[in-house]
């Protein structure tokens, strides 16, 4: 099956710095990709949708020069958590369709990226 | 996409089947019923998903009503790994994003 990977599963990092998570998609091809934020006890909320080749379109409320995203390819995705602080600590989690799989296909999901910022 | 209700939390014996609820009263006529499943700490994983007929897969069964305004999921001998937040989801299959609710807490007892 279809198998999307996360890249690191934790990470803790100290306040101020930036942290990139990488999501790929390991055996099939992705135009796009979305980005969830988890916090504890919560549902996953979309922050952004993330397209091959042009730029990122973010929900309400999710600052675009915080949170980062490239998609340089049709199998590769980044987020980069930027000057982190401690209110960004959450798990985030990418998805992504196969671009061959029809528009009603499920999504594939990573195995999420705990996020701690001290 | 349409709003679901879930009840936040069901508990099942194992070994028996578990069946979960989801209203989705609103639903339009190009929304899908999904459904998807979150262990702890872990992505999401996709269960099954239908659009107006019953559904069974290797993991569930889906039944859905006539009228589409309900669904249930059953999963037919659940086991303590069973155990995990499971969300229903009606989609429109044109609109890219997907949109979780609260879901319902499933707690497989030994």
């Known amino acids: 099956g279809a198998v999307v990977s996360q890249h690191p599963s934790r990470v803790i990092c100290k306040s101020g710095t930036s942290v990139k998570i990488e999501c790929r998609s390991l055996?099939?091809?992705?135009?796009?990709m979305f980005w969830y934020r988890q916090f504890p006890k919560q549902s996953l909320m979309l922050m952004a949708t993330?397209?091959?080749?042009?730029?990122?379109?973010?929900e309400q409320g999710v600052e675009k020069d915080k949170f980062l995203i490239n998609h340089a390819s049709l199998t590769l995705s980044t987020l980069t958590v930027t000057s982190a602080h401690p209110e960004d600590s959450s798990f985030y989690i990418c998805?992504?369709?196969?671009?061959?799989?029809?528009?009603?296909?499920?999504?594939?999901f990573g195995n999420g990226t705990r996020l701690t910022v001290t | 996409d349409a709003k679901t209700t879930q009840p936040p939390s069901m508990d099942c014996a194992e070994g028996r089947a578990a069946n979960l609820p989801c209203n989705h009263s609103?639903?339009?006529?190009?929304?899908?019923v999904y459904w998807y499943r979150q262990i702890h700490s872990q992505g999401p994983q996709y269960i099954i998903h239908?659009?107006?007929n019953n559904e069974t897969n290797e993991m569930a069964s889906l039944i859905i009503t006539e009228d589409r305004k309900s669904s249930t999921l059953i999963l037919p001998h659940a086991t303590l790994r069973d155990t995990a937040v499971y969300y229903c989801?009606?989609?429109?299959?044109?609109?890219?994003?997907?949109?979780f609710g609260t879901g319902t807490r499933l707690t497989i007892i030994p």
């Open positions: 998805s992504a369709r196969d671009l061959f799989d029809r528009s009603y296909s499920p999504l594939h």
């Open positions: 055996d099939f091809q992705a135009t796009t």
């Open positions: 993330s397209n091959e080749g042009s730029k990122a379109t973010y």
């Open positions: 609103t639903i339009s006529g190009n929304e899908y």
């Open positions: 239908g659009l107006k």
């Open positions: 989801i009606a989609h429109n299959f044109g609109n890219e994003k997907l949109t």
